[in-house]
């Protein structure tokens, strides 16, 4: 099966202050990747996604990087609040895994107020 | 107002009886999936389905079934054979199957005792 690590589970930021969360992939087939956040007790909401053609892509207030060199993934987040704090989830998926998606275990982020 | 519905969003079973969690999507997606999410593990695939009448395993479908007899509707079934159903299950559609974004549920937590 596909392995879809984060380099920390917790990570904890003073509010305002950036947040970067990184994900390992070891597929070098993957071409669609995800980044979701769930809060306790419910489902993953889309942040944003990057496809394999891309080495960043931005949305509002995150910024998601994708080095392919070193299959590595990460989101960063500007001026971190409180309600952000969240489990942050990567995902991604290749054609020749028959487009099925594989998620890694999520990193926790606290934001101290 | 378009998304994703689960029912219940909690449920309690006692061990040995099937048990049928519902999903409903009205956004109009080909493709629809469950996942089950345990502490400490990203998520994993049970099934999914690229269209109406057609569905197939994902990594841990064993003690599970599923239907679509709808474009909208997924309902999962967790029988008896399923040696540990205590689990949040998620339930996500994309657009198509692969490099689409999968937008979830908010999930259902099953207890089984």
């Known amino acids: 099966g596909e392995s879809v690590g984060l380099h920390l589970p917790t990570l904890s930021v003073q509010e305002g202050d950036n947040s970067i969360i990184n994900c390992a992939y070891s597929?070098?087939?993957?071409?669609?990747f995800i980044w979701y956040k769930q809060e306790s007790g419910k489902g993953p909401q889309f942040i944003i996604d990057?496809?394999?053609?891309?080495d960043k892509r931005q949305g509002q207030r995150v910024t998601v990087l994708l080095n392919k060199t070193v299959k590595h993934l990460s989101l960063q987040i500007a001026a971190t609040q409180p309600g952000d704090s969240a489990v942050y989830f990567c995902?991604?998926?290749?054609?020749?895994?028959?487009?099925?998606?594989?998620f890694g275990t999520g990193t926790s982020l606290t934001v101290i107020p | 107002d378009g998304g994703i519905t689960q029912s219940p969003k909690y449920l309690f079973r006692k061990e040995g009886q099937n048990v049928t969690l519902s999903c409903e999507q009205n956004?109009?997606?080909?493709?629809m999936y469950w996942y089950r999410q345990d502490p400490g593990q990203g998520l994993r695939l049970i099934y999914y389905?690229?269209?109406?009448?057609?569905?197939q395993k994902g990594d841990i479908a064993e003690g599970y079934s599923v239907s679509r007899e709808k474009k909208e509707s997924f309902p999962l079934t967790v029988t008896s054979a399923q040696k540990n159903p205590t689990a949040f299950y998620l339930c996500?559609?994309?657009?198509?199957?692969?490099?689409?974004?999968?937008?979830f549920g908010p999930g259902t937590r099953l207890t089984v005792t």
């Open positions: 956004l109009n997606h080909d493709a």
């Open positions: 597929n070098s087939a993957s071409d669609y």
């Open positions: 389905s690229q269209i109406v009448n057609d569905f």
């Open positions: 995902a991604e998926t290749s054609y020749d895994t028959g487009n099925q998606f594989y």
């Open positions: 990057i496809r394999s053609n891309m």
């Open positions: 996500a559609s994309s657009a198509r199957i692969g490099g689409y974004e999968q937008y």
